[in-house]
C-alpha cells in the first residue's frame, strides 16, 4: 500500500517502515533506539522534530490503510459508492449496469441480518435518487423501498440494542433511556414482521423479558431461531441464543425445573452448530453454565471430559479462574470437598459473575464439611458485599441474598438449633428468588 505513489510519494515513510518493521510486533525499547532508527531514515545531526513529521505520514497511511482494508470487506458499500459516482457524472449505462449488479450481489447473499437492510436501503435510495434527479415527477417503486429498508434497519437494531439493555439492566446496576421502545412493540404487534427475522426474532427476545411469565414468547422466539439462525453471522447468532439461555436459567433459578433440559437442548444446538464459539474461542460464562447444567443432569463423567477437553478454548486472561472454578465445582459433585476448598481459597475471582458462584460454592462447601466459622463469617462477609457493590443488579443482589438467608437458617437447623424444618421447607417451596434453590430444597429435604 505505502510502496504505490498514488498514495505515498515521501520516500523517507518507507524507509521509516523498513527501519521498524522487523521489530514487529513488540518494539521493544532496547531495539527501537531513535538515534539509530534516525539514521536509517533522515541525514545530518538527529533531532526529534524531521524524524516526528515521517511517523505522523506513516501514521496517517497506516490508519488509510486499515480504512482501505475494512472497505474490501463491504462490497455493498462499495457499490453504493459507486452508484454515487456514475450519478454525479451522469453516466447513466454505468450506473444502472451497477445497479442491477449491486441488486443482483444482495439478492445471492443467504444473510438477513440488519445490515442487510441497510445496505438495501442505501442501493434503493441510489436509484431513487437518481431518477429524480432525472425526472421529478417519476413516482417508481424505489422510494418505498428505500423507507421500507430503513425501517426495517431501525427496527432490527432498535429491539436488539432493547435486548441487549434488558439484559444488561437483569445482571448489573444501569440506567438507559430507551425511547420509543413500548410504541414500536405496538406497532410490531399489530403488523406481521415473521417473514423478517431480524425484526421477529429480537421483538421475541425483547417480550420474553417484558412478559417472562407468558411462555409463549420463548417458543415462538425458539422456533424462529431454528429456522432462521443460518440466515446471520454465527456471533449474532449466538447473541440470539443467549436471549433463550438467559431466559431459561432465570425461570430455572426461579423454580421452574423444567427448563433444565431445555437448556441443555439449547447448548447441544450451540455446539453442534458451532455457534457457541466466537474466533475458536469459548466464553467462560458458557463454559461454566455447560458444566453446571451437565453435573446438574448426573453426568458427572461427561463433564470431567468436557472441562479438560475445552480448558484451552476459554480466553488465556481469565483460563486459569475458570478452569479452577469448574474443576472445584466437578469436585464439590463428587463429594471431594477438602479438594474443592484448596481449589476455591487458591482462586482470585475477578469477574462478578464468577466471583458471585465462588461465593456461593464456598459457602455450601463449608456447609458441607460442617465448618460453622468459616461459615457464618462468608455470610457476614458475601452479605455485606451484596449490599454495598454498586454494580450488582437489583435481581442479583436479591437471589444471592436470599440464598445466604436460607444457607444460614439450614446451618443453624443443622446444628440443633431452634426452628423448624418443616416450616423452612415450606418456605422453600413457596421463594422464587433465590440462587441454588434446589440445594437449598435438597438440604433441607436431609435435615
Not at 434497519?153 to 413500548?182: F, H, M, P, T, W
Not at 439449547?266 to 469459548?282: A, C, P, R, S
Request: with cysteine; proline share 2%; charged share 25%.
Amino acid at each position: 500500500f505505502i510502496y504505490s505513489p498514488f498514495f505515498n510519494e515521501n520516500k523517507n515513510v518507507l524507509k521509516l517502515f523498513e527501519a521498524i518493521k522487523k521489530f514487529h510486533p513488540e518494539y521493544k525499547e532496547s531495539q527501537v533506539v531513535f538515534e539509530k532508527i534516525y539514521a536509517k531514515v533522515l541525514t545530518g545531526t538527529p533531532t526529534e522534530q524531521p524524524l516526528r513529521y515521517v511517523m505522523t505520514d506513516l501514521s496517517r497511511l497506516l490508519e488509510e490503510y486499515l480504512i482501505w482494508a475494512e472497505m474490501e470487506k463491504h462490497e455493498l458499500y462499495k457499490k453504493h459508492l459507486l452508484l454515487n459516482a456514475y450519478d454525479k457524472r451522469k453516466l447513466d449505462k454505468y450506473f444502472h449496469q451497477t445497479l442491477d449488479s449491486a441488486l443482483e450481489l444482495q439478492g445471492k447473499q443467504p444473510l438477513r441480518d440488519g445490515d442487510y437492510f441497510f445496505y438495501r436501503h442505501l442501493i434503493e435510495e441510489n436509484a431513487y435518487l437518481h431518477t429524480l434527479s432525472r425526472d421529478g415527477r417519476s413516482l417508481g417503486t424505489s422510494l418505498q423501498q428505500a423507507m421500507d429498508n430503513l425501517d426495517y434497519y431501525y427496527l432490527a437494531n432498535k429491539l436488539k440494542y432493547s435486548c441487549v439493555i434488558l439484559s444488561r439492566q437483569n445482571i448489573l446496576q444501569g440506567e438507559y433511556n430507551n425511547q420509543l421502545v413500548d410504541e414500536i412493540l405496538g406497532f410490531i404487534r399489530q403488523n406481521n414482521f415473521d417473514s423478517i427475522p431480524a425484526i421477529a426474532i429480537y421483538y421475541q427476545g425483547v417480550m420474553t423479558f417484558k412478559e417472562p411469565e407468558d411462555e409463549s414468547h420463548y417458543q415462538k422466539l425458539i422456533s424462529l431461531l431454528e429456522g432462521d439462525n443460518a440466515k446471520f453471522p454465527v456471533e449474532e447468532a449466538k447473541d440470539m441464543y443467549t436471549l433463550a439461555l438467559n431466559y431459561c436459567i432465570k425461570k430455572y433459578n426461579s423454580g421452574v425445573l423444567k427448563f433444565l433440559e431445555e437448556l441443555l437442548a439449547l447448548y447441544q444446538t450451540m455446539i453442534e452448530k458451532k455457534i457457541i464459539f466466537e474466533e475458536g474461542e469459548l466464553a467462560s460464562s458458557d463454559y461454566k453454565n455447560i458444566v453446571t447444567l451437565g453435573l446438574r443432569s448426573g453426568k458427572v463423567a461427561w463433564v470431567e471430559e468436557f472441562i479438560h477437553t475445552y480448558k484451552d478454548y476459554v480466553p488465556a486472561s481469565i483460563r486459569d479462574n475458570t478452569f479452577n472454578y469448574n474443576l472445584a465445582f466437578l469436585l464439590y459433585y463428587k463429594k471431594e470437598f477438602g479438594k474443592a476448598l484448596k481449589l476455591l481459597q487458591s482462586t482470585e475471582f475477578t469477574d462478578v459473575y464468577y466471583l458471585l458462584d465462588g461465593k456461593s460454592l464456598l459457602l455450601r462447601t463449608y456447609y458441607e464439611l460442617n465448618e460453622d466459622e468459616p461459615f457464618y463469617s462468608l455470610c457476614d462477609a458475601f452479605t455485606n458485599y451484596l449490599k454495598r457493590n454498586k454494580l450488582i443488579s437489583e435481581y442479583q443482589r436479591t437471589v444471592y441474598l436470599n440464598f445466604v438467608k436460607f444457607a444460614k437458617k439450614l446451618m443453624q437447623l443443622k446444628q440443633g438449633g431452634r426452628g423448624s424444618i418443616e416450616e423452612l421447607k415450606s418456605e422453600l417451596e413457596t421463594s422464587k428468588n433465590v440462587a441454588t434453590l434446589q440445594w437449598l430444597k435438597e438440604k433441607a429435604g436431609e435435615l
